[in-house]
């Protein structure tokens, strides 16, 4: 579970470090138009040897959700430990546990919570490390 909430740190990380100016939104999984393709100018062929410069952390619970990037705001899926699942320790036998999913809406300048919705979510799958899709924004909705 550190490796994915680390995971986490560095794919929101390498979302926000592209440059100083505000780049074209990103609201769905591969990109406005899905093509994966990041269309924007000014972009390095490569990071520094001590990595890119990061402009903030935020803390995010486990998954595998990767974030969009919407008007300003960065929107991420992740599990949080719910009361019921103190000790799990996220193994096939614990696939039935009660697990917390939630959405998080953090400030793209600074990293900080917005809002958060959370939700219980049973997992009846074999890895229940948390959610598997990237939050989708369309028609001003998320």
């Known amino acids: 579970m550190r ?17 100083g100016s505000r780049a074209a939104d990103w609201p769905q999984w591969l990109g406005a138009d899905r093509s994966a393709v990041w269309r924007e100018s000014g972009i390095i062929e490569s990071f520094p040897k001590e990595g890119p410069p990061v402009l903030w ?31 799990s320790t996220d193994r096939p036998e614990d696939a039935t546990a009660k697990k917390v999913e939630r959405v998080t809406c953090l400030s793209e300048s600074d990293g900080k919570v917005l809002w958060r919705y959370e ?7 074999s890895y229940p490390a948390g ?7 369309h028609e001003d909705k998320l």
Do not use: F, M, Q
């Open 57 to 87: 952390r935020t803390p995010i619970g486990a998954g595998y959700a990767g974030p969009i990037v919407v008007k300003g705001r960065v929107y991420v899926l992740d599990r949080a430990a719910g009361k019921s699942e103190a000790k």
């Open 131 to 137: 959610p598997r899709v990237a939050p989708l924004w």
């Open 3 to 19: 490796r994915c909430a680390r995971t986490g740190y560095w794919v929101i990380a390498a979302v926000l470090c592209a440059g």
């Open 119 to 125: 939700y219980e979510c049973d997992y009846r799958i």
